[in-house]
Every structure is written in C-alpha cells, then in structure tokens.
C-alpha cells in the first residue's frame, strides 16, 4: 500500500477513535471548564486569537494569492514562488471546502446550545450556524495553511504548527466549539496539506527541494 495512503487510514483510525472517546468522556467537561472562564481574560483572549482564522480574513488572503500567483506568472513565468503560493492556496480552499460540506451534513450542536437549551450532540442537515461546530473550521484554515507552510519553509515548521494549535485550543476557550471538533479540524487541515503536497510535488518540486518566497 502506498506510504501516505497508509499513513492516513492510520491517521483518520486514531481520530475517529479519540474523537469517540472525547465526544462520550471528555467534550462536556472540558466545554463546562471553559465556560468557567467566560468572564475573564483567557474568554477575551481565545476570541481575539480565533480572528486570525477567520472565514473572511482567510478568503480575502486566498484571493489575494490566487490574483499574485496569476499576475506572478503572467510575468515571470511558472516560477517556484508561484507554484509555492498556488500550492498553498489549494491545500487551504480543499479543507475549507471539505469542512464547510461536512459541518453542513453533520450538524453538530455548538456549545452554546448545551449550556443554554441542554443541546448535544448531531443533527444533520440543520443549516444553521449553531450547528455547525464539527469540524473547526478555524482550526481546518490553521492546520492547513501552517503544515503547508511547515512542507514549504521546513524552518518554521513548529512554530507554524504551535500556532495552529493555539488557534484549536482558543476555539474551545472561545465557546465555538468542542475539543473533537477542533480535533477533526485538524486531521482534515493537515491531510489536505499532505496531499496537497503529494500531488502538486511532480507539478515542480523534486521531494528535497524547497520552495522560496
């Protein structure tokens, strides 16, 4: 079996397998422990921290990149920093598209719900905002713009990936969602930046070759 298929299917086992086991044991406890912080800084903090995931903030850097790597290669021709961006760009548009289909087919109550009306757990299908808690999408946009950024500039690998996971653990600090939702987040962000880098790797890339901005 290929190398990376085989690395997933051991990946998505031990997510489901944790993400069971958070979702019976150890969602609600750890939400009510965030809900204990509401009212102080670490409340405030999560919320400012979750801005630099955004949907928006991230559409408007996608766009931006998409329209840099275009005009980039309109002039200078397909050169690594533009096959860097687009690389980058992709991986992040995949997972966001995956997240938002699942979050919509899913339908998980977010933690609001719980505290207020005593609501947990899946409702599919619902298309309202307060259920769409599983997957993260913030944390799907951290995971996969940092492990792509990570494949790229091997330097920044850790922190790029400590900031991803401070953006997950702002996400239940903030309220928005459980610990598995912020898990599955980042099982989807992360394989779409493996895969990203496996497919587009022949598009230009040797596999020890690394791209510059």
């Known amino acids: 079996m290929d190398r990376t298929l085989a690395r997933t299917l051991i990946g998505l086992t031990v997510t489901a397998t944790t993400i069971g086991v958070c ?113 993260s999408g913030h944390t799907i946009r951290a995971f996969s713009s940092m492990v792509a950024l990570g494949f790229i500039m091997p330097r920044l690998r850790y922190p790029a990936l400590a900031c991803a996971i401070l953006i997950g653990i702002a996400r239940v600090l903030a309220l928005k969602h459980y610990p598995s939702d912020v898990l599955f987040g980042a099982f989807i962000g992360t394989t779409a930046a493996i895969w990203g880098w496996r497919i587009l790797s022949p598009y230009g890339q040797r596999e020890n070759e690394r791209i510059t901005l």
């Open 23 to 135: 979702y019976s044991f150890l969602d609600r406890p750890l939400a009510e422990a965030a809900y204990a912080l509401k009212d102080t800084a670490w409340h405030t903090t999560a919320k400012q921290l979750s801005l630099a995931a955004s949907s928006n903030f991230t559409q408007m850097l996608l766009a931006t990149g998409f329209l840099y790597a275009a005009l980039d290669a309109i002039n200078n021709g397909v050169n690594k920093r533009v096959k860097n961006i687009f690389y980058l760009c992709i991986c992040v548009s995949a997972a966001m598209v995956i997240g938002d289909v699942l979050k919509d087919l899913l339908g998980r109550a977010r933690p609001p719900l719980f505290f207020e009306k005593g609501i947990y757990g899946f409702f599919p299908f619902t298309g309202e905002y307060l259920y769409y808690s599983f997957p």
